[in-house]
């Protein structure tokens, strides 16, 4: 998607060797002003400042216990998971 759209990321870090968990994970997902969730063909949208801490790892962490990826930082808006709707909607 994001080839498609000729973006390129300014950082990229692969989950595999160096996946983000526990605090460092919820440091990245609290500071972010919003977040946006892949569930299938739909997304939720997660507020760090009005949703619970526990309530956003349940829907951002996969079984491992490890940030879901891809997650994309755009702005200060994270997106959790890959949904082509998702990005469609978010990468115009």
């Keep these: ?3 498609q759209k000729n973006l390129s990321p300014a950082h990229v870090v692969d989950a595999r060797q160096d996946p983000l968990a526990g605090e ?3 440091h990245l997902l609290a500071g972010a002003g919003e977040i946006v969730v892949a569930k299938g063909k739909k997304h939720l949208v ?3 400042q ?3 801490k ?3 790892l349940e829907q951002t962490l996969g079984r491992t216990g490890n940030l879901r990826a891809p997650t994309l930082q755009i702005g200060d ?3 959790v998971g ?3 709707a998702l990005y469609a909607n ?3």
Excluded: E
Aim: charged letters at 25%.
């Design 90 to 92: 978010y990468l115009g």
């Design 24 to 26: 460092a994970a919820w």
């Design 54 to 56: 526990d309530a956003i």
């Design 1 to 3: 998607m994001l080839n």
């Design 46 to 48: 997660l507020d760090p």
């Design 77 to 79: 808006r994270l997106l």
């Design 82 to 84: 890959y949904s082509d």
């Design 50 to 52: 009005k949703d619970s």
